[in-house]
């Protein structure tokens, strides 16, 4: 049974450029949240999607969008990257009904010069 | 804004000893709470929930909770060296189905 998979794992940015992270949730999931962690804090949380539509949103600019797909799978793209974009972004997958047992996918590594 | 308190650390203990991480929470109507473990470089791993007031313990860990002093702990026994990584404690917003992290307590077991 997969995990939580996301893709790229690193990549590297220049400012003003845009990027697109990929989620496929674990199997049987339907929800899907990413998180944004930079160096040294914890996760902080961007959106969730369920049902191919936008649920929840943190404290994020609309630079910050996503989208989810029918299978659930989830991209995250973020526009007009800044250096403080900088950071670890999380996937994490659950059930709808879930209520904070998050499964967290390895993650995309962004660096944005 | 709802905010998760931890203690950055590090944290130091022998191997063998047990580990004490603390966290305090500010929304008192949060009902879900846990604890991830982070090992460098990876992404968090749940080891333990909690959603009564006492404890819970699961092999080597126990979660305690405490809803009217709003705060939470990990006690870690018998610490090993690959115990050592951050432990990030985190609590269910219901209103924006999304967990809050504090920023972690980075645990090192010194051998």
């Known amino acids: 049974d997969a995990g939580v998979t996301q893709s790229p794992t690193h990549l590297i940015k220049t400012r003003g450029q845009q990027v697109t992270l990929r989620c496929s949730p674990k199997?049987?999931?339907?929800?899907v949240s990413w998180y944004q962690q930079a160096l040294g804090q914890g996760p902080q949380f961007i959106f969730q999607?369920?049902?191919?539509?936008?649920?929840q949103r943190g404290n994020f600019p609309d630079r910050f969008s996503g989208h989810q797909f029918p299978n659930y799978s989830s991209e995250l793209n973020v526009n007009a990257l800044l250096l403080g974009d900088s950071a670890l972004y999380l996937c994490?997958?659950?059930?709808?009904?879930?209520?904070?047992?998050?499964?967290f996918g390895e993650g995309s590594r962004l660096t944005v010069l | 804004q709802k905010e998760v308190e931890q203690n950055s650390g590090p944290l130091s203990v022998p191997e063998g000893a047990i580990a004490s991480l603390n966290c305090t929470y500010s929304?008192?109507?949060?009902?879900?709470f846990f604890w991830y473990r982070q090992y460098s470089g990876k992404s968090p791993e749940l080891i333990m929930s909690?959603?009564?007031?006492g404890d819970k313990e699961d092999g080597r860990f126990t979660a305690q909770l405490n809803k009217a002093s709003q705060y939470v702990s990990l006690l870690i026994r018998d610490s090993q060296p690959s115990d050592s990584a951050t432990y990030l404690c985190?609590?269910?917003?219901?209103?924006?189905?999304?967990?809050?992290f504090g920023s972690g307590t980075r645990l090192q077991v010194q051998p």
């Open positions: 994490a997958s659950t059930y709808t009904s879930g209520y904070g047992e998050l499964f």
């Open positions: 199997s049987g999931h339907d929800t």
């Open positions: 999607y369920y049902e191919e539509e936008e649920r």
């Open positions: 929304d008192r109507v949060s009902q879900s």
């Open positions: 909690i959603y009564s007031n």
């Open positions: 985190a609590v269910w917003d219901t209103g924006r189905r999304a967990l809050t």
